[in-house]
Structures are given as C-alpha cells and as structure tokens.
C-alpha cells in the first residue's frame, strides 16, 4: 500500500518540480523516491494482508513482482539522461506518466477485486498510449500510438465484457468470491457464460502480455515507440501483465485448469513458433527484440500452463531474468542509434572493438535471452521446461526448445555483427554512469545464473 | 638367461635408436660399426641360446611385462624361444649380418647412409620379435613392424615417387593380409580365450578336426600370410619392392620378412593339421602361385625382378610343403631359400654397382671375366636353387618333393614342372648375364669392375652357406641324420600325431629314381637354356601372344588398379559431390533456410494496418470462443 | 441478450471503419453496452457493485476519449487525414 | 577438493587474463596456468592411485529444491580425459605463440575458459552441471572459431553453434525428463538418473535425445557436416581444441550418461546404432581419399577414427568400452600432433593444399620423422597409441557382432591408405617451389612434438597405467549395464 502511495506522491511531486522549471533535480529525485518506494514495498513482505475488503492483497507473489517492475524502471531511469541529453526542455510529464503507469502495474500486481485490475490496467494503458505518442513530431511515433491506442482500447472492451459476463455469473468482482462460486459449480460444469467471460479475460491480459494472435500491436508499437519507453513497456508492462494473468490462476481459476489450459498451451505454442520464426527476418534490433519479446511470452505462458506451486517463482526469476536482459539491450540500443542514427545490424559492425563493455553487455543480454548456461537466462528456461514437463507438457516444451534452438538466429546476429565483421572505427558516447549501470546489469544475469538460488527459493 | 633372450631384439632396437637420433651427427665409420655390430652380437647371443637350449634344456618361456590387460583379457610381453624360434633368429641375425656388412660396401656412395643401418636395425628387431613371440598379439607387432619396415626401405629413396608407390603398395597389400591376420586373432581369442601359442594348442588339440571355426581360423590366419609371403591374389607387391636398395630386397624380400608367412604357419601347425580343407587352400594357392610366378620369371628381363619372382614361387613350394604337412621340409627350404636367395640377390647387386645400376639382362653379358667371383658365386646360388646335388637347394627341395609325391602324383609332377622352370629362367639369367658379349654401353664397358672385398667376402659366405647348407638335413635315404628334423621334431610333435594325411612310406627304388628323373630334366633345362641364350643372341627371339601376356605379368596389377584403385576413387568423388554435399549437407542447410524462407513468409502477417489486425484478434477470439464454449 | 448485441454491432463497427473517429464512437457503445449489462446484472442480483464499477467504467472511458481524441488530432496534423490505414510505415 | 581447484583455477584465470593488456605477460600467464593445471591434475592422479580407487568426490548442493547439486568427482574416466585435457591445453597454449594473435587477452581467456568447461564436462556427476559444463564449453568455441577464423566463418561458426545447440537442447529435454522418472526424491545425481525407471518407450526416446545430441558432437555420420568446415575454417588453437578435446565430449557423454542410462536400448535394437559410425568409418575414410585441403583431410580422417571410438563405446562390454576410452586419449593426442604439424607446414609454405607440396622430407628430416612416427599412431601400428585402443575395440567389437568387427577392420587398411597417401604427396617426392625454402624445425618449435611423440610411445608400449584408469571407470559402467 506505502509503495502505492509514495509512488503516487512521487509523481505528482515530479510534476511540480517541472513546474518548478527544476531540470537537473528531476532525475535524481525520481531515482531517490523509485529507491524508498522500492524499500517501502519490500518491507511489505510476509505481510500478507488484505485492504479494502480483498480490493488490494499484499501477498509475497504481488510484494516481489512489484518490487521487480519497481526495480525495472529505476534501472530504465537510470538510462534517460542518456537519452533524453539533446531534448533542453524539462520531461517532467513524460517521467510523471511513466510513474503513473508504474502505478498501473503495482496495482495490477495487487488486486484483488476485478475493479481494481481494471483501473490498473487502464491506469497503465492509458499511460502508455500518451508515451508511445510522446515523440510528437516523429510520424512513427504517432503511428504507434495511434495503433496501441486503438487496438489496446477494442481489447479492453472484450475485457470488460468478460468481467461483465463473469460478474453476471457468479455475482461477484472478488477473486476468492468467484472462486468460492467455481469451487460450488466445478461438478456440475460452469455455465457457458462463466466460460465466456473467463476466456474474455484472458484474451484482455493475453493482449496486453503479446500473446499470438493477439500481438500484433506489439512490433510495431515497439518499433514506433521513443526507445526508453520501449524498454518500459517490454520489461514492465508485460511483467505485470504475466503478474495480473497468474494471480487469475492461481486464485480465481484455480482447480479448473481442465477448462483453460489446453487453449492456453495452444496460445503459448503458436506464440513462441510466430515470435521465434518472423524474429529471424528482423533487419533491426529494435524489431527483433519486439519478436523475442513475444516469443518470451510464450515462454512464460509455458509455466502458466504447467501450474504449479512453483509457478510464481518460476515466473518470477524469468521475468527478472528477460527483464534485466531486456533492458540492457535497450540501453545498448539507445547508444547505437544515438552514433548512427538507426539500428539495423549493420550498425553494430565491429563496435566491439572500442567499445568492449557495451559489447560484451549486449553479448551476454542476448546469450542470456538465448538461454545458454551459466546464465540467468537458462536458469530461467530450466525452470519452465522442467515445470512443462513434470506436468507432461513434452510437446509444448519440443516446441518451446525448437524455437530456442531457431532463436540462436537473430539472437547472434547484432553478437556477430559486434565481433566478427570488420570495424567502423564507431566509438559510441557513454555516460559514467551509463556504464555503471550496464555493468551492473551484465554483473547480474552473470550472479543470477551461478547463484540462481538467490531468487529461485523466494516465494 | 630371460636377460640375455631380451638382449638378443634389444640390441638392434638399441642401433636403431642411435643411429636414428644422431643420423646427421654420426659418422659413416661409427654407424658401419654399429649396424652389422649389434646385429653380429645378437647372433652369438642366438648361438649361446641355442647351445644353452640344446645341451642345458633351458626353459623357452621368457616373460618380460604385461603389455594389455583389462579384466580376463591380458596380453603379457612373452618370448617362447623353442627350436623353431630359435632356427628363425639363427637365419635372421646371421643373414642379417652378412647383408648389413655388404651394405656397408654398397651403401657406401649414399648419403642417408645412416638413416639405412636405422631402418635395417629396426627391420631385424622386429623380425625377431615376430619368431620370438610367444602369442599372437605379440607375433602381430612383429608382423606389423616389419611390415612397416620394408615400407620405409622400399621407398628409400624417397625422391623417386614411383619407388614411394612400389613401397605404399607394399604396406597396403601387407595390411589387408594383417586384417585377415587380426580377425583370425579374434576368432581364436573368442574360442581358446588367449593368445598364447602354449594354452591355444593345447586346448585345439582337444578340438575335432575340420570344425566350421578351425577352418576360420586357419583360413583368416593363413590370409595374413598371403599377403605377407606374396601369395597370389596379394603377390603383386614383392615385385615393385625391388625399388627398395638391392640389401634390402635380399634380407627382407627374399631371406626374412616374406617368409614370416611360411614360419607362422608353420607355427601354427597344431591348427592347420586340424583343418585339412584349409590345408587344401592353401596347397592350390601354392601350386598357383609357383607356376604363375615362374612363367613370368621366364620372361623378366630385369635382373632383380627374375629373382623375386623366383622368390614368389619358391615361397610357393614352401607353402605346398606345409599344406602336404611336410613342415619340416618346409622350414628346410626356408632356411636353404634364405641362403641361396640372398646371394642371388647380393650377387645381382654386384652386378648393378658394377654396370653402374644398370637392372636389365639384356644389356649385360659376358661379365664372368670383369666380376670373377660375383660369377662363380652366383653360379653357386643359381645351381643351388635349381637343385642340382651336392648344393643345399637339391635337398631341401627333394624333401619337399619327396612328401608332395607320397600325397599324390599329379601335384609331384606339377611340382617338378615349377622345378625345371625354376632351372630353366635362373640358367637363363645366368647366361644372360655373365655369358656371351657385353651388349651394354661403351661408358658402362670401361667401368666394369669387380666389387670390393666388404662386399664379395659376405657374397663368399652365402656361396659357402648355399652349398653346405644342405647338410643340416640329409635324409635318412641318403644315410643322413636329419639333424634339423630332430632338432625341430618337438615343435612338431603334435602336428605330426594329429596330421590325417596319408603317409605311406615310398620304396627307396622310387625314390632315388624320383630324384634321377628330377636332377635329368634340370640338367635338360639348363643345356636348352644354354642353347638359346648363349649361342643365339638374346634379341632375336620373338615373342608370341602368351609371352607378352608373361612379360606383362598377366596384367594383375591393370586388373586390380581397375577393379579396385580406379572405383574407389571414383567412389570417393561421387560421396563427396553427391551424397555429402547433395545430401547430408543438403538436409542440415535445407532446415536452416527452410526456416528463413518460412520467417519470410509469415512476417508478412504483420501488414501494419490496423483494420487487418483486429480482423485476425477477432478471428482468435471467436475460435477460442467456439471451441471452448460451442463445443 | 440486447447487450451483447450491442456489444456486437460495436464490434463490427469497429472493423468495418476505416475512419478513426467512429471507430473511437463504435469502441464507446462497446463500452456502453457492457455497462448497461453490468446495470442489468447488479439490478438483477440485488448487489451495489455492478453499478459502482459502471461510475469507474464511465470515468475511465472519459479519459480514454480524451486521450484518443488528442492522439486522432495529433494524426490529423502530421497526416491531414483520419483514416487508419493511411498509417502502415511501421509493419514486417 | 583438487577437482573443485581444477576447475576453478582456470575459471579465475580466464577473468583475470580478460583485463591485461600486455601481450607476452597474458601469454605468459595463461601457459603458467595451463602448467599448474597440468602439475595439479598429476598431483590428482598420485592421490588416486594412492588412496581409493574411485572417485574423489567434492559436492555442494546448488539447488537443493530442485535436486541439483554440484557434485564433481574423479573416478578413472574422468581422470584419463582430464589428463588428456590438462595435457593438451598447454600444448594448444604454447604452439598458438607460432602465430601473432589479435587481442590475446581475450583469445587466450577464452581457451582457458574452455579449459574450464572442458574439465567441468569430464568430472561433473550431476546430470544438470554436466549439461552446463557442455554449454559452457560451446560459448568459447564458437568465439575462438568465429573470431579468429578463416574465411566465410561467420556462416560455418553459426551453423556449428546452431547444429551443435540444437542437439544439446534435445539433450536437457531428455535429462529433465529423466529427472522426474528418478525415485523420490528426484535428483540429477547420477546414481539417481541411472536408476530412473522408464518404460521401454520412454527410454528409445530418451535414448535417441541422447544419442543425436552426442552424435552431433563427436560428429558421428550423418551428423558430421558442421565438422569439415569448422575445423578449416577454425585457428590451428580452435581447431585442436575441437578435434583434440571437443569431440571427445561427446564419447564421454555417450560412456558416462547414455549407456548406463539406455543401454538397454542398445541391447533391445541389437546394434542398429552402432551401424551409423560403422557406416560412418567406411564412407569418411573413401571421402578422404580426394581432399585436398589438409585440415580438411584431417577431419575426415577423424569421423573415421572417432567412428570406430563411437562403436566401440556401444559395444557394451568392458573390452571395446576401455578400447574406447584409450582411443579418445590416442587420437586427441594424434590429431593435436596432426595439427601442430600442419601449423608448422602452413607457417613455412603459407598453404594447406596437399597438391601444392610435396618433397617437406628432404628439407625437414625433423619434421618428417615426428610426422611419421604420428601418422603411425593414428594408422595403429603396434607399439603406438594407436594400436592398443583400435585392437581393443576391435576385439569387443568382434565379440559383439563379427560383421561389425570385420567392417570396422577395414580402417586398418583404409587408414593405411590415406595417411601414407598424404605422408607421400606433402613429405615425400622432390621439392618444388613451394618447399624450396623450407626450414626445418628449430627446438622451440620441437618441444610440443616431442611430448607428443613420448605419448605417443608410451601408451603404445606401456599402456598399463591408462588401462587401469580406463579400466576402473569403465568397470563401474558395465557394473550399471549388468
């Protein structure tokens, strides 16, 4: 709840200092206020309580996912002067929205009351929309916002309606309530309504994750989207929307499987064949990590689908692990076409040569991404494929290793063009601090992979 | 005394090794010391084993380390020094050392001086672990080791590619006997589980004879001795080893190495008496090859191919001996073969140095007045070979001819054919080559000279040893003892009770009338050959069909290069080109751009307008919608 | 059963438009229609909540207008045109 | 303890090579490591001969929850290949200061890393290291042939990784898979996974998991085509590294996990498997006849040896398997020593074309005898390394299944064949102006022969020590598949 507060204080807080006209304040602050509401959420755990009648539950699952995304965007914040160096007006609105949406995701991860889901989600969404356009003079930028926009509310709609459809159902908006009502009406089959509306509901969230078919948005979204905010939304907008689906399954829907997951697995294993297979043509990196992005999802859906006690966890270290990685190929992203005014894979060519850290970031990111031990990546992989096949998912989990095995493609393509092809003599300008932090997150896919049973034992 | 056994290889390896290291550094002078030297003093040693052995009856088992082991299985670095090994390293190291002391003479112009003694040293040493094995695996390092021995020597003169071919062929042609040999090992393993020569036949003898696994055996084994004795179909090699120097071709490709074959046989007697279908086999292969190779020594015009087709075919009687279960015989031949066949061929050496390496009789002649004594000792070898009594070759080969004649008449006459033939190419030789007028070159005339002492004195030697080598086995028909039947009649022993062959004694009148008619037709032989080679001039005889076809060996080698050189190859090209690049690689490429194409095709899924998109959200929705609730 | 008529014409106004303003009108009876199903459903469940989460619904959708209005504006700039598929730089 | 030092001695060295800059101090540093490495894994093999045969065992539990657990150990089979590894590396280390390396701080990290791996392969006995152990050795690999590769090696190094990732992903489906059919509760320990119940259906699958993963490594025919070109294309270091050790990963995988695991897939399909090195043997060694690049032939030559190493491990019975494991250690030796030669060759003539030489002998009588005397212990001749693993592996072979044995058996000749083939067209014959100017080797070049050379003789003539090692661990396999 603190998290939430301060979180909310935070931007109203950056917006004034905007108002302010306090630039150079700005990033620290947020850096610092991102840091306490970090700490507030993480003393939150093992508090286990519920507010508002059931509206929010703080459980360890919602603490630790929250505390990742909250970690996730102080780490992209950490790049944003990078970025935003050559804009001289004050961004306070555009790091406010951000904020808000982060709140969005906090209470996606959460909720315990279908209201509640819905105003994160929207919270976030609607955020988002503003940021994917917030490059206003960037015609990709419009477009993609203009798609997200369009595409995110019709979707929504559908939400809605399964909400709608359930409520109608089962009388209630709050996860146990329906449960109790799934458990009572589990022997004599639920009403095809119920199933409508639940469907509807994944289908919302399966928007939302990227989930084939529902995925469209999601390259070109990423690809129009200012880069910061991409990273935003690969890293913190899917992991709370894994975060909302997975508290859907494991509280509400939880003991009938049999009616989900054979749609769910089908849904995963198209989207990792799409994600994986059309990733393979990207000519730039931007776009393939769009792809990769909705091939994770499918991997992720792998362990909603083999669900377990330990699927939280699973989900977790992989979406800390895709995160992190994630994030650090956005911010070598963010450098490349700051030197060269775009990112195809021709921009990369031998940048390895003078510029040794930011390569070897990237090298590990996208080996991680890959999946190739010792790092956090494969941990994270083993988690799932062990889960799928305890649960006797061995088709989905071959699908899953081919599309691995065919991701080794593009996941190589910007590690090639970095070491193997000839130099450019590019030198690519990097803040101090930017290399703090890309080491930083080098350094913890690298821990994370040898020492997993940091994160692996958590929930 | 197991020290001194040891010694006996060692020492040669011990030259090898010297001389190998330091084959710059060393001086010709040292290196002439120590090549013949070990060799001469692993011959005493051999003399002080033998008189050990005979008089003191010393144990011939000798066991020096555990070479494999694994489990059960365990093969041990074991010498069995019996009167048959011991007979073997007598030959080996005395002819060894005769020939290394030639070689200092002939060698002596050449620059990998050293580099030859090495070789030579290695080749004995492994020679002698071949007769001193006292199991298979342990024989099949020798076996091996030689093999690769007369590869290095053939192809001495390495500048000279066609030499290397000769020398390639010859390993090649080895191995393909070795894998028969080594598959034989197998066999023999899987049903005595061991290798040694001791447990093996002892336990064989319990065997009935004829069994399906005998003859595999014997059949597998015997293989590996075709190739290594040049037995038809692998006897093409021996030929083309006579690009090796002329020592060579003496000690190894026709005293020693070639005649491991007959020895492992012989060795394996127990085995092969208790496979008369295998002792078949071999008798024809025998009879085959020794008239096929005497037909075409007839028509050799070079001077040391002649002699290594006599080679050949005088193998063949060797091997007829053995299959007519006349073993002793056998090794007799062997060892008076080793004899004679050395001098020959040291004496064909002479020759060459004197014509300055000049190889075909038809440019020679006339030479007994420029090389006296190479004549008149190779007038010894050649009357030794074609078995004129009183010479060592007279009676070995009676003997054999003896035990051919009491298994039946028309092998004897076959038998006797090869003999007159044997007669009639060395006279011929003989007259081609030191009788008549010099046909070679005015240069080649002026330089003719008689070899020098280092080299005539070992030609003396084996023209000694030739002519009384005989007397080791003098038949009790002709009042002899047959010291050497008795002396190897332990060996034997076994072979002999279980051997099934009819053996009816031949009355003595038969017997020396035998002999009368063989020694006749020799003599009939010698005087045609004296007929058209000295009194006519060698040119103008003309050749019909079938002697081309001689002369061309009857074309073995095209045939074997066509069935089997030419399609291996072309087979090669073909699953490069089709099968690895068509195929196999095809599949592995064909996946990864497969994939691509398919990538390429789906991405255009994402048409990047909005109005497709929700149509294809509506679509999955419906249809999850349909399947999970309609039906 | 009304609703979910409604909800499909919004549907299918949304897909058959090219024009990004219906499609934001037709998006709206979507919303629409699922409030009055949730109406509908509260009433018939005599239970307060149905109808709250319709006040949440109604604001949220407000400030979804208005952000869509401001982004189909912003496109009219850049573009001069509303309809949706003069927009596909970005695919493949 | 001295595994765990094993293995984390070059780990650390690699990182710490990763940040000098100075070119002869990281040279010097990673030789000095590969040294103690050698000196250490020596010390390990005193200690095992002296105390228990049998493993040397270090373990920590990793993720306990999940039955993974850092278990390494010793028994002999990892002893044989961790000498082989800890033998060879320096080697590698030493000959690859012949050529002027870029940025050697990183290539010679990455050999030690991969040394790492290497070892970590070999002693790992938890299904889940083990396979992490496999991957980490690819990354390395794949950086050395990629990064100081010839030419088009960006296409071949991808395919390599692609090909070789592939297989290994089949792999860990297999060994997660096999982990929940372990008795409670389930671990990756391999007393466990060899006693996981499967039915016979499971265990062709898991089998086949398995054995395309290893085939791929090895490579066993028909999997081999990453093979040729890689190890072309590859540095002389990449490619000994390859030939030397990596493939021997793949046999070693095959002894220690496939065979106690599946072997009765093996019995139940009476040799099936065993046909494809079989095939395997015959079709590289007629290939090889016609190349004519010599790292090429080299290859070749390989599968075929490694053909007969892969047969052998099948065979299921102690003599062919201890065959087996002294051949892994022969032809890594042999073909290390091939390679070297050949780096000699092309640093003196500037090319690898068997058809441009011709007549090395006459200028380098040095070189030709080490040459020579190699050749003989990948041809098998009795008395060198050769020999002892080939007769063993053909006489369990022989057992098995004579057909087998006896086309097997025609390596002898094949390799005969080949080998002197190639000894005559690049050593042998009169020179030309390639090898005009040919010099022989100094003693510094000759260093690394003569080692190899000495073990070359030594397993030939003394092999007792490395058959007891081979012995001891092979013991323990068949022990599993009674």
Redesign the interface.
């Known amino acids: 709840m603190n998290s939430i507060i301060s979180l909310s204080v935070l931007g109203v807080l950056v917006l004034f200092l905007g108002i302010l006209k306090k630039k150079t304040w700005l990033l620290p602050f947020i850096l610092v206020g991102l840091m306490t509401s970090l700490v507030m959420t993480v003393l939150h755990w093992n508090m286990n309580r519920s507010l508002f009648h059931n509206m929010l539950i703080i459980d360890n699952t919602g603490v630790a996912f929250s505390a990742v995304m909250i970690f996730s965007t102080f780490l992209i914040f950490m790049f944003a002067a990078q970025y935003y160096r050559k804009v001289t007006r004050p961004l306070d609105d555009i790091y406010a929205i951000m904020i808000f949406a982060l709140i969005g995701a906090v209470l996606m991860s959460y909720f315990g009351n279908l209201i509640m889901l819905f105003i994160g989600i929207e919270t976030l969404s609607i955020a988002l929309y503003v940021l994917a356009g917030s490059h206003k003079e960037a015609i990709t930028s419009n477009e993609a916002t203009l798609k997200y926009f369009l595409l995110g509310s019709f979707l929504s709609g559908f939400l809605l309606f399964g909400i709608a459809l359930i409520y109608g159902s089962s009388g209630s908006f709050d996860l146990y309530a329906i449960h109790t009502y799934v458990v009572e009406h589990i022997h004599q089959g639920l009403p095809p309504m119920f199933k409508a509306g639940l469907f509807l509901l994944i289908i919302g969230l399966s928007f939302k994750i990227a989930i084939a078919p529902f995925h469209f948005w999601a390259p070109d979204v990423y690809e129009g989207t200012p880069t910061l905010l991409t990273a935003f939304m690969a890293s913190v907008v899917k992991t709370a929307s894994v975060v909302a689906m997975y508290r859907f399954f494991s509280i509400t829907f939880f003991g009938i499987h049999g009616v989900w997951e054979m749609t769910v697995a089908i849904l995963a294993g198209i989207t990792i064949v799409i994600g994986n297979v059309t990733g393979l043509y990207q000519p730039n990196l931007k776009r393939m990590l769009a792809y990769s992005s909705i091939s994770h999802s499918g991997y992720m859906m792998l362990a909603m689908v083999a669900f377990s006690g330990r699927t939280a966890n699973a989900l977790l270290f992989y979406a800390v692990a895709y995160s992190i990685a994630t994030i650090a190929a956005f911010a070598i992203l963010i450098l490349i076409r700051e030197a060269r005014g775009n990112d195809y894979f021709g921009s990369f060519n031998g940048i390895a040569k003078n510029n040794r850290i930011e390569a070897f970031t990237l090298a590990v990111a996208m080996?991680s991404l890959t999946g190739?031990?010792?790092l956090a990546g494969?941990i994270g992989k083993?988690?799932l494929?062990?889960a799928a096949?305890?649960q006797g998912w061995?088709w989905l989990?071959?699908i899953a290793?081919a599309g691995?095995?065919i991701s080794?493609?593009y996941y190589?393509k910007p590690i090639?063009a970095m070491?193997?092809?000839e130099d450019q003599g590019t030198i690519l300008q990097a803040g101090r601090p930017f290399k703090i932090s890309i080491l930083f997150l080098t350094i913890l896919t690298l821990l994370l992979g040898v020492l997993?049973?940091l994160l692996?034992?958590l929930i | 005394m197991t020290l001194l056994v040891t010694l006996i290889p060692l020492l040669p390896l011990f030259g090898f090794i010297i001389l190998?290291l330091g084959?710059?550094s060393i001086p010709k002078s040292i290196a002439s010391i120590l090549g013949p030297g070990t060799i001469l003093i692993s011959f005493i040693l051999s003399l002080i084993i033998l008189f050990n052995f005979h008089y003191f009856a010393i144990s011939p088992f000798h066991h020096l380390?555990?070479?494999?082991?694994?489990?059960r299985?365990s093969v041990a670095f074991d010498f069995l020094v019996d009167p048959l090994s011991i007979l073997m390293m007598l030959i080996i190291t005395g002819v060894g050392f005769i020939i290394h002391v030639y070689s200092i003479g002939y060698m002596s112009q050449d620059e990998g001086f050293n580099r030859f003694f090495a070789y030579m040293n290695l080749f004995i040493f492994f020679m002698l672990i071949l007769v001193m094995a006292a199991n298979y695996?342990v024989m099949?390092?020798g076996w091996?080791?030689v093999g690769?021995c007369s590869?290095l020597l053939i192809?001495f003169w390495?500048?000279?590619?066609r030499f290397?071919?000769a020398a390639?062929k010859a390993?090649?042609m080895n191995?393909?006997g070795?894998?028969g040999f080594?598959?034989g090992m197998?066999?023999i393993?899987?049903t005595f589980q061991s290798f040694n020569f001791v447990t093996v036949f002892d336990q064989a003898k319990a065997m009935t004879p004829g069994s399906g696994t005998m003859i595999a055996i014997t059949l597998l084994l015997f293989v590996g001795a075709v190739g290594k004795s040049a037995q038809i179909p692998l006897h093409t090699w021996l030929p083309d080893a006579m690009a090796g120097p002329t020592p060579v071709s003496a000690l190894i490709h026709a005293a020693t190495m070639v005649t491991a074959g007959v020895y492992m046989v012989a060795r394996s007697s127990v085995l092969y008496v208790l496979a008369p279908e295998t002792m078949e086999v071999i008798g024809l292969t025998a009879l085959a090859t020794m008239l096929l190779a005497a037909t075409i020594a007839i028509f050799q015009n070079d001077i040391k191919k002649v002699l290594a087709y006599s080679t050949i075919s005088q193998l063949g009687y060797m091997f007829l001996a053995l299959s007519v279960g006349a073993f002793t015989g056998a090794m007799f031949h062997l060892m008076t073969h080793a004899f004679f066949k050395a001098l020959l061929f040291l004496g064909a050496g002479s020759v060459i140095h004197a014509m300055e390496g000049e190889q075909d009789i038809r440019r020679m002649g006339g030479l007994k007045n420029a090389l006296p004594k190479t004549y008149w000792t190779f007038l010894v070898g050649t009357l030794a070979i074609a078995g004129l009594p009183p010479l060592s070759g007279f009676f070995s080969k009676d003997e054999i001819l003896a035990g051919v004649f009491s298994f039946g008449l028309p092998v004897w006459i076959v038998a006797v054919a090869v003999s007159m033939m044997t007669a009639f190419y060395m006279f011929r030789l003989l007259y081609l080559t030191f009788f008549g007028s010099f046909r070679g070159s005015e240069h080649q005339k002026t330089h003719l000279h008689e070899s020098p002492a280092v080299m005539t004195i070992p030609l003396i030697l084996l023209a000694f040893l030739a002519f009384i080598g005989g007397s080791l086995n003098i038949p009790e028909l002709m009042g002899g003892s047959g010291v050497l039947k008795e002396f190897l009649a332990p060996v034997f022993a076994d072979a002999v009770k279980i051997n099934q062959l009819p053996h009816h004694n031949i009355p003595a009148g038969l017997e020396w009338t035998n002999i009368g008619v063989v020694i006749l037709l020799v003599l009939l032989m010698a005087w045609s050959a004296y007929r058209r080679f000295v009194t006519r001039e060698p040119e103008t005889e003309t050749r019909n069909f079938f002697m081309r076809l001689a002369e061309n060996k009857f074309y073995v080698d095209e045939l074997y290069d066509a069935v089997f050189v030419k399609p291996?190859?072309r087979?090669?090209?073909g699953?490069?080109k089709v099968?690895?690049t068509k195929f196999?690689?095809r599949i592995?490429?064909g996946t990864?751009t497969g994939i691509i194409k398919f990538s390429n095709t789906i991405r255009y899924l994402q048409a990047g307008h909005v109005g497709v998109y929700m149509f294809f959200m509506i679509i999955g929705i419906l249809l999850i919608l349909f399947f999970n609730i309609i039906l | 059963m009304f609703c979910s008529m409604l909800f499909c014409i919004g549907v299918i106004g949304v897909l058959i438009k090219r024009n990004a303003l219906v499609i934001l009108m037709s998006i709206e009876l979507m919303i629409n229609s699922i409030n009055l199903l949730l109406a509908a459903f509260s009433a018939y469940s005599n239970d307060p909540a149905g109808q709250i989460f319709v006040f949440f619904i109604m604001v949220v959708a407000a400030a979804e207008v208005a952000i869509g209005l401001a982004i189909i504006v912003l496109i009219y700039k850049t573009t001069h045109s509303i309809d949706i598929d003069v927009l596909n730089k970005l695919k493949w | 303890m001295l595994t765990l030092i094993l293995i984390l001695l070059p780990l650390l060295t690699a990182i710490g090579i990763f940040f000098i800059r100075e070119r002869r101090w990281v040279r010097n540093l990673a030789l000095a490591a590969a040294l103690i490495e050698f000196g250490i894994s020596i010390a390990a093999l005193i200690q095992y001969f002296l105390y228990c045969h049998c493993l040397l065992l270090f373990r920590l539990e990793?993720?306990?929850?999940?039955g993974i657990s850092l278990k390494f150990g010793m028994d002999g089979l990892s002893m044989l290949m961790t000498l082989l590894t800890t033998f060879l590396v320096p080697i590698v280390i030493y000959v690859s200061f012949g050529q002027k390396v870029v940025r050697p701080s990183s290539f010679y990290s990455l050999i030690i890393l991969m040394q790492a791996g290497l070892i970590g392969v070999f002693t790992s006995f938890d299904g889940?290291v083990f396979?992490?152990f496999w991957?980490?050795t690819?990354?390395p690999a794949y950086?050395i042939a990629?990064?100081w590769g010839g030419e088009n090696?960006?296409r071949i190094?991808?395919?390599f990784?692609?090909?070789t990732?592939?297989g290994s992903?089949?792999m860990?489906?297999a060994i997660?898979?096999l982990?929940?059919r372990t008795p409670l509760p389930h671990s990756f320990d391999h007393i466990w996974l060899y006693a996981s119940n499967l039915n016979p259906g499971e265990q062709i699958w898991v089998f086949l998991a398995f054995f395309i993963a290893f085939a791929i490594k090895v490579p066993v025919f028909?999997f081999?085509?990453?093979q040729p070109d890689t190890y072309v294309t590859a540095p002389y270091s990449g490619s000994m590294l390859l030939g030397g050790l990596m493939s021997k990963m793949g046999l070693f995988g095959m002894i220690r996990w496939m065979i106690p695991i599946t072997y009765s897939v093996l019995n139940r399909t009476d040799g099936l498997f065993i046909i494809f090195p079989v095939i395997g043997i015959v079709?590289a060694s007629?290939?090889?006849?016609?190349?004519d690049d010599l790292k090429r032939f080299i290859a070749y030559t390989s599968i075929a040896h490694l053909g007969l190493v892969a047969a052998g491990a099948m065979a299921l019975n102690?003599?062919a398997m201890?065959g087996a494991m002294i051949q892994m250690v022969s032809h890594g030796i042999n073909i290390v020593g091939l390679f070297i030669i050949i780096q000699y060759i092309e640093l003196r003539t500037k090319t690898t074309s068997i058809r441009e030489l011709g007549?090395i002998?006459?200028k380098a009588?040095r070189l030709a005898?080490f040459f020579m005397i190699i050749l003989?212990g990948s041809i098998a001749?009795?008395?060198t390394n050769g020999?002892?693993g080939e007769?063993?592996i053909?006489?369990g072979l022989?057992?098995y299944n004579v057909v087998f044995?006896?086309v097997s058996?025609?390596t002898?000749?094949f390799s005969?064949?080949y080998m002197?083939?190639m000894y005559?067209r690049v050593?042998?014959?009169?020179t030309n102006a390639v090898t005009e100017s040919f010099t022989d080797l100094s003693w510094k070049e000759m260093m690394p022969l003569i080692a190899i050379v000495i073990l070359v003789i030594w397993i030939g003539?003394?092999?007792?020590m490395f058959?007891k090692l081979?012995?001891n661990g092979?013991?323990q396999i068949i022990g599993v598949v009674r």
Do not use: C
């Open positions: 080996l190739i031990p010792p494969f083993y988690f494929f062990a096949i305890e061995l989990v071959i290793i691995s095995a080794v493609g190589f090639i070491y193997f092809r997993p049973f692996s034992g | 190998g084959y710059r380390f555990t070479w494999l082991s694994s489990g299985f695996a099949f390092i091996e080791g690769l590869y192809g390495f500048k000279n590619q290397n071919n390639k390993l090649i191995r393909i070795d894998l080594l598959l197998f066999l393993f899987t291996a190859l087979l090669s090209e699953l490069h099968v690895e196999i690689d592995v490429n990864g | 990793w993720l306990a929850e999940y889940m396979y992490i991957e980490l690819l990354i950086f990629g990064y090696r960006i190094t991808l395919k990784f692609a090909y990732f592939s992903l089949l860990l489906v997660i898979y982990y929940f028909p081999h085509t990453w079709y007629l290939i090889v006849i016609r190349q102690a003599q201890q007549g002998a006459l009588p005898i003989l001749l009795p008395l020999f002892v007769f063993l053909l006489l022989f057992k044995a006896a058996g025609l002898i000749i005969a064949v002197l083939w005559q050593m042998l014959g009169n003539v003394f092999p007792g058959m081979a012995e092979v013991g």
